[in-house]
């Protein structure tokens, strides 16, 4: 949920508004200048501030546990919430960060990361992004980061879900440009990045897959299994 420096602040009237490709991103602003500079290290923090409320951590905890769960068997993506993503192309941890409640980025390592730093992952940024509105954060969430996330990040996929007015919107990028996507009967809407339905279950922000199947959670695809075993007759307390 941070707010940062974005274009026309201080720093870019200073000269260092220059976009540097992911692909110069290795060679940094020696190649850029001529100078020898020494880049931050890559373990930066994640530096977001505390969550709004319950409902909004455990919203993105559940949505992180889900897709971890099914997809436990990939290792080429990247699943986390309310963490940094550094994007400054001068590769500064002081100016170009914001911390999207969760996102996935796709085609990337499955390891732990204290920060999600663009210019070291091969200058990518997040294939998914949902934003879960607030009373502070909502204007920010459908103008500004829309914004950022259509024009610098090009985020395919961005949502906003609001965990008490469970207002629920998704856009998908086109040519450069967010457009609205068309809600299902059920009021889903899909992410072809993720090749799965987002909608609203019980009142919280679901994953759904392609054949409409509610994506169920460790828990409950056990307590499911357990209920099957009692219509068959079978204590499943007495399984070893």
Sequence with gaps: MTLAKEPGTAAMAKGRSKTIAPEEWSQGL???TGETVVFPPGDLYSDEPPLESDLHRDQIDLLIHLLRFLWQDRQNFYVSGNLTIYYSPNQLKSEYFRGPDFFVVLGTERRPRKSWVVWQEEGKYPNVIIEFLSDSTATTDRGLKKQIYQDTFRTPDYFW???YTLEFEGFHLVDGTYQPLEPTESGWLWSEQLGLYLGVHQQQLRFFTADS?????PEE???KLAAKLRE???DPNTLA
């Design 213 to 217: 199947d509610l994506v169920p959670s």
């Design 30 to 32: 020696a190649s850029q």
């Design 232 to 234: 068959l007759g079978v």
């Design 221 to 223: 695809r056990n307590e």
């Design 161 to 163: 879900f609001d965990p």
